[in-house]
């Protein structure tokens, strides 16, 4: 296990921002930790590089507690936090060769390293410019780029693509997942439920500084009763025909609002062709039809009762 | 690796505009400002040569009259006064002789017609004439300083001759005596200060913007804890979850941080120096001392601030920007009285400041011969950076924080 955090208890006053936390992260994987603002992805992050301090548990990294002076972990952690943190006053070349330095003490080690994080995030023609000279997407790429210039073994990305042009956010997830095939094994903290459903391999949601789910995707999809969602678009739909749907079996939701019908059904049911068939049979017009399984947002909102955007 | 770190920090640090201005632009500014400011205010008035007319052997009742038309009653009363006591046309050879300097005569006299003599003051060409004969007359157009010295002239001249003559009617034998000498001969009495200065406020004023410029290294202090500190920045955060040794990257930081202030102040001086002629006295190496320990205790001080104050970095800087600006006014900065009062009134405070530690420490220097003063100030100096060391090494020490 690379990560291993048990039991984490962080407070602050009365405010409780880890409530035991426990994480479990395997060398390889990309790990997301998704929950809503204000959850504690970030705290928890803050604890495991040992940059604030914590009441309870424990935390240990590549086999070993993690503490502030773990000089010999913190050389194989990289780090790309939530907003850019990089020298005003130097150039991007500059900017990664000087945090790439930190890890590295061979000159022409690090000089090669810069160059290589250069192309890893396409920024070969921006080398000489100065951060406030990027576009907010570039500025994120250099950001990224000085936190796996060293080459890590563990990448922690604290919400990195947060008010990022879609553009520069496909470029960051691809870059992950270039990165996690190379080698390296990725915390990736999100409120964004796409792009933790993209990239990772293992999911643990969280919310109220307690991890409510943990597993792969298909994991977590599997623990909640939705199978299938089908939205139509009807211009009218009597009282009578809702009534009649929700006799079908294997569906336990149908609502009707602004000319739209929604219908969820439990895992396993191909409902889909029995409601067409029941829609022609009544000759009810209907418009576009679409389907959706569920998503990790129907996961966190099965479980909690709320949004995950809320 | 360090000298890495310490060379990528110094390119920071002269990139950065805004402490650049602040730290090599402004003292300049200030200085120039108050240069063109003030400096007047010291420079000693030199006594230019005053043009006068003399009218030689006319009648003087005719002359008063026609002088009295050209000028105002007020002032024909005025120089009435003189003419009525002086004498015969001998003033003018003694006027003629009078000197300013070695080589300055005092007066630069015209010789002319009693209606020349009138337009001469119409036009402003001269600055009065005076009427010879038994009875010299004074007329001038103005009251001034110019007119005031040829008034002064003349009454001393004849108050002279009234009482030589005096002598000579009375007591003859006093002229053997000396007595003549006495009354022709002045002495000066020239205060002569410590090390042949004369006391100039405006220099406490440079010392002022020098000491300013040596504690704002406080600012720069600051920058440096909040570069480093995961609580203060982002760069903070990154740099902490790095393998670096903080205490290492501080030290490096600091020395960048030093490096490029010094460098600003010894521009300083040497524009004030070379560029504004401010005269800093003959013991520059001590003077630049001071300077070097000053700036070593603002960088020290800032950072001190930066670990121990548990506030936001701008708030942090305020209370740098108000106590720099605060220490400086105390010792002279604006007013140089401010500074004599606090060191009457309120000693411990002018110990305790450290602005006014390096102002007194370079006063000391110019006025006084000793160096006893001059160390007791850099003593004090270097306590206060041994106190800032201290409290930063602990403030380092402490690993990580409640909150970031």
Redesign the interface.
């Given at each position: 296990m690379l990560v291993n955090v048990k039991g984490l208890v962080k407070r602050y006053d009365k405010l409780v921002a880890l409530d035991y936390l426990d994480l479990q992260v395997e060398e390889g994987e990309i790990f997301g930790l998704l929950g809503p603002n204000g959850s504690g992805k970030t705290t928890a992050i803050n604890c495991i590089l040992s940059l604030i301090r914590y009441d309870k548990g424990s935390i240990e990294i590549f086999g070993k507690p993690m503490k502030p002076n773990a000089y010999d972990i913190k050389r194989n952690i990289g780090i790309i936090m939530q907003n850019v943190a990089v020298f005003e006053e130097l150039t991007v070349y500059e900017n990664i060769y000087y945090f790439c330095s930190l890890y590295i003490k061979d000159k022409i080690e690090v000089k090669r390293l810069t160059r290589e994080a250069i192309e890893f995030v396409s920024m070969e023609d921006y080398a000489d410019f100065y951060p406030k000279k990027l576009s907010g997407g570039l500025l994120r790429r250099l950001n990224i780029a000085c936190g796996i210039a060293h080459k890590p073994k563990l990448i922690i990305l604290d919400e990195p693509t947060v008010a990022v042009d879609p553009q520069s956010r496909n470029k960051i997830l691809e870059g992950i997942k270039k990165l996690n095939a190379e080698g390296a094994t990725i915390i990736y903290t999100s409120h964004y439920m796409e792009e933790v459903e993209q990239i990772c391999s293992k999911i643990a949601i969280i919310d109220k500084g307690r991890v409510i789910v943990q597993g792969t995707k298909e994991e977590l999809k599997a623990m909640i009763s939705l199978g299938e969602k089908i939205t139509m678009e009807l211009y009218e739909l009597p009282e009578k025909n809702i009534n009649e749907l929700k006799e079908f079996p294997g569906i336990y939701s149908v609502e009707y609002h602004e000319n739209l019908l929604e219908i969820k059904s439990a895992k396993g049911r191909n409902n889909l062709i029995h409601i067409l068939d029941y829609m022609a049979k009544n000759n009810i017009i209907f418009g576009k039809v679409y389907t959706e399984l569920p998503t990790l947002n129907d996961v966190f909102l099965e479980i909690t009762g709320k949004e995950l955007r809320d | 690796?360090s000298l890495?770190?310490y060379f990528?920090r110094v390119?920071?640090?002269l990139?950065?505009m805004e402490g650049i201005f602040w730290c090599y632009i402004f003292p300049i500014i200030l200085s120039t400002c108050l240069y063109l400011g003030v400096s007047k205010l010291g420079a000693v008035e030199e006594f230019e040569t005053i043009k006068i007319a003399y009218v030689v052997g006319e009648a003087q009742t005719e002359l008063s009259k026609e002088a009295g038309t050209a000028v105002s009653q007020e002032q024909a009363e005025l120089s009435h006064e003189v003419g009525t006591a002086v004498g015969h046309n001998e003033l003018l050879s003694v006027m003629k002789a009078a000197k300013l300097s070695e080589d300055k005569y005092m007066f630069d006299i015209t010789l002319c017609s009693s209606k020349e003599a009138v337009d001469l003051l119409e036009k402003g060409d001269i600055e009065a004439y005076i009427i010879g004969g038994d009875r010299p007359e004074l007329f001038i157009k103005e009251n001034g300083l110019n007119e005031t010295i040829v008034k002064s002239f003349v009454d001393s001249y004849m108050q002279k001759q009234i009482t030589i003559k005096n002598i000579l009617v009375s007591n003859p034998e006093a002229l053997n005596n000396g007595l003549i000498d006495d009354l022709i001969g002045q002495t000066d009495f020239v205060d002569i200060s410590d090390k042949h200065k004369k006391p100039d406020n405006i220099i406490i004023y440079f010392y002022a913007i020098l000491a300013y410029t040596c504690i704002f290294a406080s600012n720069w202090g600051l920058e440096e804890v909040i570069n480093i500190e995961?609580d203060q920045?982002?760069?903070g955060?990154?740099?902490?979850?790095?393998?670096?040794?903080k205490m290492r990257?501080f030290a490096c930081n600091m020395l960048a941080s030093y490096t490029c202030h010094i460098i600003s102040v010894i521009l300083l001086f040497l524009y004030m120096k070379f560029v504004l002629n401010v005269k800093f006295g003959d013991e520059l190496a001590y003077l630049i001392a001071i300077c070097l320990a000053g700036s070593l205790t603002g960088l020290l001080m800032g950072a001190s601030i930066g670990f121990w104050i548990k506030k936001k970095p701008a708030i942090k800087e305020a209370i740098i920007i108000a106590f720099s600006l605060g220490c400086s006014f105390l010792s002279g900065m604006m007013a140089v009285e401010i500074k004599y009062y606090v060191t009457e009134k309120f000693p411990l405070l002018a110990y305790i400041n450290p602005v006014n530690l390096i102002t007194d420490a370079m006063y000391s220097l110019y006025y006084f011969d000793g160096h006893n003063r001059y160390f007791i100030n850099l003593m004090l100096l270097m306590l206060m950076a041994a106190v800032f060391t201290v409290a930063s090494y602990f403030g380092i020490r402490r690993?990580?924080?409640?909150?970031?």
């Open positions: - | 690796m890495g770190l990528m390119k920071c640090l990139r950065n995961a920045s982002m760069r955060a990154r740099i902490s979850a790095s393998p670096v040794s990257l690993r990580n924080h409640d909150s970031i």
